[in-house]
């Protein structure tokens, strides 16, 4: 089985990562398991964030790295919260005022369209000089009222207009086939077969 680190220690990404990869024979390992120090994100794209999170990880372990930078984009904000997602409402992070602080600043806004974002970057070392790059996109909108317990960060808020469902009202498993991540772990995964041989 390959081992790679995941440049977080979010719960819910690492349970959505193993899902997809397990199959594959690919173990993932949270960075704080194996001691690693978080990187700083000081960059405005999830592309750049991204790229240091699995740099860092990589340099820490020794170990392959895999990192996501994440986050929802909404249009009447001119794409805030985006690369600010996890912190959007300051320290320390946390899902309920990020989600308050969002419901806030749209109030009597008519336009709730947004997406999210998933940037991810795999390396096979450090300074590895030809990272894997994979991205995906998922369109919806954003309600006032947060519906279903199933996933984290604004899925209760995350309204999808063709499933009649916020994303936390969908299973894991429709969930992985639509949503933003499991795009962008499904073209990560098809890079792997491809660049790696895993």
């Not at 749209?106 to 300074?127: E, F, P, Q, T």
């Not at 639509?178 to 962008?184: D, E, L, V, W």
Request: charged share 25%.
């Amino acid at each position: 089985m390959n081992k790679i680190v995941l440049a977080s220690d979010n719960p819910g990404k690492i349970r959505e990562f193993n899902e997809l990869l397990a199959p594959r024979g690919i173990q993932v390992v949270a960075q704080g398991s194996l001691g690693v120090s978080p990187a700083d994100e000081p960059f405005g794209t999830f592309l750049e964030n991204c790229l240091a999170k699995a740099r860092n990880a990589a340099r820490q372990t020794g170990l392959p790295a895999l990192a996501d930078d994440s986050g929802i984009c909404v249009d009447a904000l001119d794409g805030a919260p985006g690369v600010h997602s996890a912190r959007f409402a300051g320290e320390p992070k946390s899902d309920m005022r990020n989600n308050e602080l969002l419901i806030s600043r749209l109030k009597g806004c008519g336009n709730r369209s947004a997406h999210y974002v998933c940037v991810l970057v795999a390396l096979k070392k450090s300074d590895d000089p030809d990272p894997l790059v994979a991205s995906g996109c998922w369109a919806g909108e954003i309600v006032d009222e947060p519906r279903g317990s199933n996933g984290f960060g604004y899925d209760p808020y995350f309204f999808l207009k063709s499933d009649g469902k916020t994303a936390a009202e969908l299973s894991d498993e429709e969930k992985n086939a639509r949503s933003h991540r499991g795009q962008a772990m499904r073209m990560m995964s098809a890079l792997m077969k491809e660049r790696w041989g895993w």
